[in-house]
């Protein structure tokens, strides 16, 4: 009864930025932790090949990959059950498959844990 949408992926020149967006829709009273992984190209698609870019606590605690750290920013919007990430000084060594990954109070004592379908990003030389 969840889904999780990104958006704001796309091409962009090196030094460049992009925000990206997650949406949550369905049963979603609250978000529990919420964050970004990237899969980079020709790793597949499974799960298990997805790295951490990014996560955010309900209580506002941050933890970032050591290669993002300083030029990417999680953010959380918990009134829209959005959250987003902000990159700053692209490199093309980011180039990969975004997913957005999230807990989710559904309310009704149940939680639901799963991903977005993923947005491409590329940065080019």
């Known amino acids: 009864q969840v889904q999780l949408v990104e958006a704001g992926g796309g091409l962009v020149q090196a030094g460049g930025s992009l925000r990206l967006s997650c949406v949550a829709s369905?049963?979603?009273?609250?978000?529990?932790?919420v964050g970004w992984y990237r899969q980079a190209p020709g790793t597949g698609r499974d799960v298990a090949q997805r790295?951490?870019?990014?996560?955010?606590?309900?209580?506002?605690?941050?933890n970032y990959a050591k290669s993002v750290k300083g030029r990417f920013t999680i953010s959380r919007d918990d009134a829209k059950n959005m959250f987003y990430l902000q990159m700053n000084s692209l490199k093309p060594e980011d180039t990969g498959l975004y997913y957005c990954?999230?807990?989710?109070?559904?309310?009704?004592?149940?939680?639901?844990?799963?991903w977005g379908q993923g947005t491409q990003v590329t940065v080019s030389s």
């Open positions: 990954n999230a807990e989710v109070d559904m309310g009704n004592g149940g939680t639901w844990y799963g």
């Open positions: 369905g049963t979603v009273f609250s978000f529990n932790e």
């Open positions: 790295e951490l870019v990014a996560d955010i606590t309900r209580g506002g605690n941050i």
